[in-house]
């Protein structure tokens, strides 16, 4: 063979091979946006399926309908559990609630646990937070946790400033960043979260209505006056409900019957549609709320020119039950509580819409991924955007997601009397034992196992207040395309099920042998 034949097939063989590194560098590059900024928005108590984002009839989020045709929508994103901080905390972490330590009120993120803040600090980024979520504020164990290796903490009361973060200082914190140094920003932001009709403009509720859910409503523990389709006079001295203070002291006067409802003869009171379609158009008014908040951060970003180099992350930490399971509030894992938005927004990612399952663990290593920022260290959590092709990202596929009913709703609520303190009696013992129930879930299917049915038939609030009986079966199997409310458990045995069962289990003894153990404070400011 002559030489310029040998130079013909070493040419050819070359071509071959830069093409190769050009086809895998350049159409399955791995999903790095180096040196971006970062903002992370987290809305309380927002589900998805009131959003128009994703098909609610109302136009309920304008802003942020503009905002996901922009970005990767996930349809089917979970939280970990059904309370603010809880399910929060495995964002900030990439845990599941159990292994960062943050199972209650009154526990914290173990010290040891680095924190999202932590990653990009590290990294070489400015770090600061706004919010007016209160359980990242009043809660003294909570605030240590969550503004772990923030440059800037800035959170303040939501029952004030027309309940919205203070943006002001958002922009300032914007415009005193180095301008050769990244920022990664956390703003939480504490509505549509109840009371529902308290500062909020009303756009979508009967400005005429007259009947007692408006004031219901302006009281901040729904779920204690609104069970079975009636409302009950938690007023009421039989009750003894009380409400303590951030400096561990009972507030004075003790819970009063409003004016309005004092004339009321009988109660409890029937509930009727109308009463529950004022509470719907009123939680909606919070949606509406939200989204022009939200509307007003893209509008801060853009007008400071930051839009071409900032990843924004738009997610949820839980959702709110409307009656769907005859209470009002956020109180169980069912999917009105836990199937929540995540829109996640990247400069160099096209729009797209994924069916896969997405955890509340995954948000984590999916952004710190998505930078370059190295976190080799055991988390529950996956990069869920793998590698790019053409621009469009490659999720990668989750079969399950787990999710933990963390604490019981009754650890937080607090009665005056030693005759009625069954409360305090709960956390006595919840305190040893962390009672709580999981979930496991896939795409058509779900399973929920009650471990503490038999406590929660004893301590329920629901039971304190109405005087029912609920029975509690140990687990609860739900076909979710025929039965996508979740309200008629399937009690036979079946393969899914038993599959579902076993993968359970595997979760449950995962989380008991590598839980973490925090000490937990004595009190917890009644969180109504």
């Not at 400069?347 to 991924?369: A, N, Y």
Request: glycine share 4%; proline share 4%; charged share 25%.
């Amino acid at each position: 063979m002559n030489n310029k034949k040998i130079l013909l097939i070493y040419l050819f063989l070359g071509s071959i091979i830069l093409s190769s590194i050009y086809f895998f560098k350049f159409k399955y590059q791995t999903a790095i946006c180096k040196n971006c900024n970062v903002v992370l928005i987290s809305i309380d108590s927002l589900r998805r399926d009131h959003m128009s984002t994703y098909g609610y009839a109302r136009k309920t989020t304008p802003n942020i309908d503009v905002f996901a045709d922009k970005s990767i929508k996930f349809t089917n994103y979970y939280s970990t559990s059904y309370l603010t901080p809880i399910s929060e905390s495995s964002v900030h972490t990439g845990l599941h609630p159990e292994r960062n330590g943050l199972t209650s009120f009154r526990s914290e993120i173990a010290p040891k646990i680095n924190m999202m803040a932590t990653y990009f600090k590290k990294a070489g980024y400015s770090t600061f937070a706004v919010g007016d979520s209160p359980e990242f504020l009043i809660f003294p164990n909570l605030k240590k946790s969550f503004e772990k290796d923030f440059d800037h903490y800035d959170f303040r009361e939501r029952h004030s400033f027309e309940r919205a973060p203070d943006l002001n200082i958002f922009k300032k914190r914007l415009q005193e960043n180095e301008s050769d140094k990244p920022f990664f920003a956390w703003i939480a932001i504490g509505v549509p979260h109840g009371p529902y009709v308290k500062n909020i403009p009303n756009i979508f509720a009967d400005k005429d209505y007259s009947r007692p859910m408006h004031e219901l409503l302006q009281f901040y523990g729904n779920l204690q006056f609104y069970y079975d389709g009636k409302a009950y006079n938690i007023w009421d001295k039989k009750y003894d409900f009380r409400i303590i203070g951030n400096d561990n002291k009972f507030l004075t006067p003790t819970l009063k019957t409003p004016k309005s409802l004092q004339n009321v003869k009988k109660w409890p009171i029937e509930i009727n549609e109308a009463d529950l379609k004022y509470v719907i158009d009123s939680y909606d008014n919070g949606v509406f709320h939200a989204d022009y908040i939200f509307g007003q951060i893209i509008e801060i970003i853009k007008n400071l020119n930051l839009e071409k180099n900032t990843v924004i992350i738009l997610q949820s930490e839980h959702g709110e039950d409307l009656g769907e399971h005859k209470y009002i509030a956020h109180y169980d894992i069912w999917d009105t509580t836990v199937a929540v938005p995540f829109i996640f927004h990247s400069p160099i990612l096209k729009p797209d819409t994924s069916e896969e399952l997405i955890s509340g663990v995954d948000i984590l290593p999916t952004i710190l991924s998505h930078l370059g920022i190295d976190f080799n260290i055991d988390i529950d959590g996956i990069n869920i955007i793998s590698k790019i092709k053409n621009s469009l990202a490659s999720i990668v596929e989750r079969k399950y997601i787990y999710i933990s009913r963390i604490p019981l709703w009754e650890d937080t609520l607090r009665v005056n009397s030693s005759e009625h303190d069954i409360f305090s009696d709960f956390r006595a013992m919840n305190t040893i034992h962390d009672f709580r129930d999981y979930a496991i879930r896939t795409k058509t299917h779900k399973l929920i196992h009650r471990l503490a049915r038999n406590i929660e038939e004893i301590y329920s609030c629901w039971k304190y207040v109405s005087g029912n009986y609920r029975q509690i079966h140990e687990y609860e199997f739900y076909n979710l395309i025929n039965d996508p409310t979740e309200l008629n458990p399937i009690l036979t045995d079946s393969e899914i099920k038993n599959e579902l069962k076993k993968e359970l289990a595997s979760f449950e003894d995962k989380m008991k042998s590598n839980s973490v153990t925090v000490k937990k404070i004595d009190w917890i400011q009644d969180y109504r």
